[in-house]
């Protein structure tokens, strides 16, 4: 609950995303103290009110009238809570070329805050803090073999949560309006990997988002149902992983209270390449949700967390 925020316009009409905070940057010689919360690219345009990218390029939303209706919710004080708190954005962040600001296709950014309340937060609840012996079990975790797949989605050495504040638990998505109205509220959901290596090119199922919906990379695709939490509003929030069974003798597998970030809920109903251009491949509609994309940091991590 800690570390899984919550992003909001702050004007009607609301529109919401999920975030996580992944980590704070402290330097006393600059006298710079800011929070990183690393979420979906897409939610640039999400948060913006569009349902689709259009023409618009990342880039196109690095400016204050964005930030300055954006806030970031933390805080919740149960599940199914809402934030008691709230941040500004000062600034979006693309890492230099890391998240590409002309591209959609890496569907990470990170929006700053230098807000001092959410800094103080954020020190000590971020997911991938300083702590350069965290840093090394992260990497350990995040490794990915392309014959035995990614390490954090081994089932039998970790478990793995979504976490988000989308509008899911309810048997029906057929429309908006018959969810149970969880919308902007804190959620769970335990997930299982549909795949265990991310697939170098994705795009969302065209008539269930729109023939604009950009393609992306590097996604894992996790199982999912229709009372998944994975909805709209999810999008940004995290995945993690945790140990299954606990092993004193190795640092990352030593508690159950160890968690890892493995990923960014990016949404539902991803489809590789080769699944789309099959003859006889039946598209599902929009009621159905078959999986939920994930994109995956670990080819990034020395770049996000540095």
Not at 165 to 188: L, R, V
Not at 260 to 279: H, P, R, Y
Not at 283 to 298: A, E, M, Q, W
Request: proline residues 5%.
């Amino acid at each position: 609950m800690n570390v899984t925020v919550l992003l909001t316009t702050i004007k009607a009409p609301f529109n919401i995303g999920s975030g996580v905070i992944l980590s704070v940057i402290d330097s006393e010689t600059v006298n710079e103290r800011k929070v990183y919360v690393l979420t979906a690219k897409h939610c640039l345009y999400t948060l913006s009110g569009l349902k689709t990218a259009g023409q618009k390029t990342p880039a196109d939303f690095v400016n204050n009238t964005f930030c300055n209706s954006i806030q970031i919710g933390y805080k919740p004080t149960a599940w199914l809570g809402a934030p008691t708190a709230t941040a500004p954005v000062s600034v979006v962040n693309f890492l230099g070329d890391v998240c590409n600001d002309a591209k959609w296709d890496y569907d990470l950014v990170i929006f700053e805050s230098t807000d001092a309340t959410f800094f103080t937060h954020a020190r000590a609840n971020c997911c991938v803090p300083a702590d350069p012996l965290v840093r090394k079990d992260y990497k350990k975790v995040l490794v990915v073999d392309q014959a035995k797949g990614c390490f954090a989605l081994n089932t039998k050495m970790f478990e793995l949560f979504q976490l988000g504040y989308g509008i899911g638990k309810d048997p029906s998505i057929a429309t908006t309006h018959e969810y149970t109205d969880y919308g902007g509220k804190f959620q769970s959901k335990i997930s299982s990997p549909k795949a265990t290596v991310p697939t170098d090119t994705f795009e969302i199922v065209k008539n269930v988002k729109g023939k604009d919906w950009p393609t992306t990379t590097q996604i894992f695709e996790m199982n999912a149902d229709v009372t998944s939490s994975t909805a709209p509003g999810d999008s940004g929030g995290p995945l993690f992983c945790r140990p299954v069974k606990p092993d004193k003798n190795t640092t990352y597998l030593a508690s159950k209270d160890k968690f890892f970030l493995v990923g960014i809920t990016s949404g539902m109903n991803f489809e590789t390449d080769a699944e789309l251009k099959k003859d006889n491949a039946k598209l599902p509609s929009d009621k159905i949700i078959r999986n939920n994309g994930v994109t995956y940091i670990g080819d990034v991590f020395d770049e996000i967390v540095k």
